[in-house]
Structures are given as structure tokens and as C-alpha cells.
């Protein structure tokens, strides 16, 4: 059963954050035989803490902690963001991952590069992710229950000519697999699956990883600090207990995964006099080229009942628009995928007041919905830093996050708004709202991959340019954006990472 | 953490540059503001008023929305940030016409709010009542939302694909 390890064990790798990234990275490692420690800034829910009530989930699950900027909507808690995930896992595609040679940077300033990978090389990754993950519709798992939501995507998809439509690439059980049941169409995915159907590192890679023996979980650990030695490598993460107090776990190797906010916070803050700019940041990447996603969302009041808060929260992709094509007047593309809310979710996403915004509200049963997300392209200034002199109630700097929609998006937004009401008014609705859906739940490229170390902060397989042993292994590593949601991709790596690690570490070369 | 939740949720109005609402405002509108009108007597105060006429559903309780400012209200009498905003907003609104803000017409109160709505107080007023009422139980019965669904099994046998209505094409 889960071990514990000594502080001053430098034999360990230290993995910090235990969501998408860092749990599957640290089970991944655990099963090979490495000993890992992981250190997860929140609790541990079970199950029976999951309620279907979004602000109690909140307040359960949410991260909190001050930041100046729009903050991402992201989670602290063992499992981190898998816990509020929707579970909308399509891969991204060829043109996508060459991204620079496909669009060349776009006007303004964009700092596009290509990923230092193929899709070919990462497929076998991909296979064993969705394998993993219980994607609908791979690997022999059948396909995600059509609910009415879905429905309605998928008629009016058909109306207006799209044809790569499915309800299917959701990691959420459509029966039972491994130990978690099927789906209930519970429809409070986002405030984390009451019954684990929707995967979460919560109760799939953290309890595996604990059978082993060669895995502890440190809960409300919160990593404030990376150490190196004189040779500049790193040699050990402090951290913040639950009562404040502040401990280093000696490591062989440091594995950041705090979601891009705490990941550039950590990175910046291991300040030394050797690394006077932060930890793998001689080249000034760490905390730029942040990238969202192109999001939209679209709602319309249909002639008839759809009551899309019954089921899944997000059932189905439409891929038709995932393609690069200038002619549509911006490079890159984007999904469609549907998507419910909930009263206070519909009401918020819609915005606004008065009889034009409760004509939705008020026909909440009559209401459908679709989420947009598209190519992001990164862009220097789009940055999270630290604030020079606030500090948070932990005494850590506070994160400073500046992120604006590249023109690029805003034309990719209007145009697929336009199809998303072309969609809806095909089936008769009376009624369309579309506009932004600034939620900040993809979050990638803040610490990234590149081939040339002028262009990021990691190599190919995530490991710092800068220091061989400090790997970064959740969606800061990214590249570029993709259109597609990147919780697939994040797993698909930190599974690749591991393997990376341990031939390494055979080779005595880590 | 409402303050928290607002602001890192704050969908942004400027998104309704992209609007394709269509609704006929004016004759939805004027029928139930005089149905609200109406209703006054039954005693709802200018915050609830206020909330009533930013997120109006007819048929729904008045005192639904004069409970929510109540709640707000007494909740919130150490927390001077949202005491100042519940006073700007009663005091805005009664400066904005010779007659008190609540002795107006309904089309008049809407019409005062409409000139108002890019004051500070506003959006933290109406992200307020967006919360607590989108959250509330009545509301809830009134736009037949259910609510929690897991003691029930989820929807799995409860209509999650009942939709019938959809054309059949190819």
C-alpha cells in the first residue's frame, strides 16, 4: 500500500499537482517501479462529498487563491481540474501540431511555433490515453448515449451540411469499465461525477498509483519553491503544509503540474542567483504564449422542449469546421460541441438583464446549447507574472494574468457563432444568443515545448531546456492551442513523459 | 466568494455584439410590466423591485425576489463593499426622477435602470440577484428545473433522450 517517504529521500521524483498531468504522470512512473511523491495543494473529496449543487462544489473544489486578472476556472483538489472537467477528449490533428508551417504567424505578433512531434509519434500515446480514460466510441468502447441535447446538435448539424458528427470521444463510461459504472445522465459533470463514471485521476490513477508501494500523496501540500544545487539541477520542493508550515522534499527530479497559473507561479518564484529570472526561463518564456482557446458559446429557445439539463453535460463534437482555410477569413479551426447549463450557468453565460435575457431563462425546458472551441493562437503578451509587490495570504506573489483575443479569434468567433444560429433556426428556433465564453477552462503554454530552446522552456518530451531534471507535465507544456479540448492530449504526454523518465533513468542518465 | 465568483465568471455584456436576439421586446415587455405594476401593493421594496425588473418572470412570487434582497441585506451587514452598493443603488435610483424611484410607472422604473445600468453599482447589484436567483427553489419549480439529480438516478431512465420532436431527415 502507499508508502511514505523521508524528506530528505532525494531518490523520489517530486511531482506537483495531482489532476490530468501530475496524477496520471505519478501513476505512470509508480508502475514502473519509481517512487514518487506527490504533493496536491487541496484535499481529498470522495465521492459521497460530491452534491449536485455547483457553488458547494465550488467552494469544495475550487481554486481560490488571489489573482489579479481574469483567474482560470481551475481546481484545487486531489484530482485536480479532471474533477471539473467535462470529459470532451477529441485529439488534435496533423495541420495543428505544425502549426507555424501551416499558417505562418498571423498579423500582430503572434509567436506560433510547430510542436517538436508528429501526430504519428504521439498516436500510440493517444491510443494508450483513451484506453485509459474509457473514451467513447475507441478502443472497442461503445458510444455515448445520444441525449437531447445532442440531439438537437446533431439534426441541425445535418441541416446545415456538417457531417463529422458524434456523440462519442467523451471520457465518461457509456457502461461499466474497470471498476467505475456507466453513465446516469446525472448532468452535474462540472461539479464533479457523483458516481465516477466521468474519469478523474481522483479514483483512477491516484488510488492505482497507491497499490503499488512505490507512491505517497501528500494532501494540502502546496509547492511554493523548487531548489537546485550548485550544479544547477533541482534538488527539492518546498512546501506548505496544512497547518503553514514549510517543509523540502529532496528529489531526483521535479515534475511541475499546478495548471498553468501555479506552474509559471512556481517556476518564477524558485528565484535564485544562478536563475535570477526563475527556473527554466533563461530564454523569458515561462508564463507567456498563454493560450485559452477561441471560446464561444451559443444558446436558443427551440419550438419545442429539449430539457438539456437532463444528461452528460457535454455529449457530442461537430468536427466539419476542425480544418485550415483562410478563405473562411481566419486561419485554424474549431468544434462545435453541445453543451448544458444549468439555470444560474445559462443566465451568466447569456449575461445581461431584463425581458430580452428571462425570454430565455423563463423557457429554461425549451433551451439548447452549444460550446465553441477553437485555435488560440499564442501571443507573447498574452502572459501570467508575478505581481513585484502584493503577496497572497500563503506569502507567495500574486499572480498577474493578462490574456486577450487575438483578432484571429474574434473573426473565428463571429463565424462560427453564425453557424451555430444557422444550426439552431434549421430546427425553428425563435430565439439565439451567442457570444464569448470567457471561463479560462483550457489552459496551455505557459512553460512550452519547442525544438529550439530559443522558442520555449522544454524539449520535446517536456524536460526543461535549462536543467535535465525539471520536467513540465500539464497543458503548460503545449505548443500551440489546438482547437480541441486538451485534457486527451495533457494525458497523452505526461504517459510519453514517462516512459521518457524511466528510459533515462535506466540509462543513468537522470 | 460571491465577489470571487462574479468577477472570475463575469461573462462579458460586450459579447452581445453577437447577439441574434429577436424577441419582441416591446409587447412581452409592456404586458407584464403592468401585471407587475399591479403587484405593488403587495409590498415590494425598491432593492426587490430592482430585482424583480431585472430578471422578470411573470407568474413568479414577488416575494421571491423582495426575500433575495432580504437575504443579501442581512447577510452582509458587516461587509461594507455591499451595504455601499445596496445604498448607491437605492439612492441612484430615488435621484433619478422628481417622484421616488418605486412610486414610478413600470415602463419609467425600467426606463431609469436602462440609464443606469453602466453605473458601478449595477452589475454587482444584478450579478447578486443573478446568483441568488437562479439558485432559488421557486425559481426553480417556475422554469421547471429540477435541481440534484443524482438521488434520483440521474436521468438515465428519466428522459435524458425523450426528445420526439426533431425532423427526421436522411
Redesign the interface.
Known sequence: MARQYELNDASVVVVIGSGAGGGTLSNELAQKGIDVVCLEAGSRLTLAD????P?TM??RMGW?DKRIG??P?ICKTVGGTTMRWSGATPRFQEHELKALTTYGQFDGGTTLIDWPMTLDELAPYYDKAEDKMGVSGTHGIPPS????NY??LA?GG??IGYKEITSSRMAINPQARNGRPG??????CNSGC??GAKWSTLYTEIPAAELTAHFELRTQSMAVKINHDDSGRVSGVVYRDADGTLHEQKARAVAVAGNVVETTRILLNSNSSRFPDGLGNSTGHVGRNYTRHMFGAAIAKM?????Y???ARQTGIIFDEQYHDPERGFAGGYELQSIAL???G??????????????F?????HLAGIFITGEDPPESVNRISLHATERDENDLPVPVIEYRDHPNSLAM??HS?KQS?ALFES?GA??????????GCHNMGVARMSANPRDGVANRWGQAHDIDNLFISDGSAFPTSAAGNPTLTIVALAIRQADHIAERMTQKTL | MQEEQTTRRRFIVAALAFSGVAAPLGSTWLKSAAAWAADDDAGLDELGRMAQLLFPHEGLDDRVYGGIMSTVMETTTDDQATQAMLDAAANTLDAARETSWLDLGAEEQFAVLQELQDQPFFAGIRETVRFHLYYHPDLWKHIDYPGSSKEFGGYIRRGFNDIAWLPEDE
Open positions: 460530491v452534491v449536485n449543487h457553488p465550488d467552494a481560490h481574469m483567474a476556472w448515449a445520444e441525449t437531447n440531439k438537437v439534426a445535418k441541416r453513465c446516469q445522465q446525472i448532468s452535474f457523483a458516481i419550438p419545442k422542449p429539449v430539457n439539463h437532463r444528461g444549468d439555470p444560474w445559462t443566465s451568466s453565460s447569456i449575461g445581461g438583464w431584463g425581458p430580452d435575457h428571462t425570454v431563462t423563463d423557457n429554461y425546458t468567433r463571429e457563432l444560429r430546427l425563435t430565439h439565439f444568443w451567442g457570444g464569448d465564453a470567457p471561463v
